[in-house]
């Protein structure tokens, strides 16, 4: 079964999720998607911290499709997010990344526009949960 980790633009922190992901489950197979997709392009902070950190490389941003749902999780980084794939793919089976790994309905901040800083904490937040898939 494949893993997608979805985010609104698939340019912050699904890319990072997936890089992550794919670094630590080598033996897993995992994508991202977002569910707006405007870009094609990972964000520069993103890539920053895929780098330093030598991670995998990231599929190229990507909008969610019927395809996707096919044999595939759905992770989402927002309770938005998942209540929209919900209402478009009603057999899809999508959880949110945090209620998947701690049983939780946390959010994951959308570091989109801000600084260096912010996208640390965010790749920080995810860590903690992909360690725990």
Do not use: W
């Not at 569910?35 to 990231?58: C, W």
Request: hydrophobic share 30%.
């Amino acid at each position: 079964m494949k893993i997608i980790f979805v985010c609104t633009g698939n340019t912050c922190r699904s890319p990072l999720a997936e890089s992550y992901a794919k670094t630590i489950h080598s033996n897993k197979n995992f994508e991202s998607r977002g569910i707006m997709v405007t870009s094609d392009e990972i964000s520069r902070e993103s890539l920053r911290i895929i780098e330093s950190e030598s991670l995998a490389q990231p599929t190229e941003p990507k909008q969610l499709n019927a395809n996707d749902i096919e044999d595939s999780l759905l992770l989402t980084m927002t309770n938005g997010h998942k209540a929209h794939i919900e209402q478009m793919y009603p057999d899809a089976n999508v959880k949110l990344l945090s209620e998947h790994t701690y049983g939780t309905l946390n959010d994951v901040m959308d570091p989109f526009g801000g600084n260096s800083h912010i996208y640390d904490e965010v790749f920080k937040e995810l860590k903690d949960y992909i360690d725990r898939l």
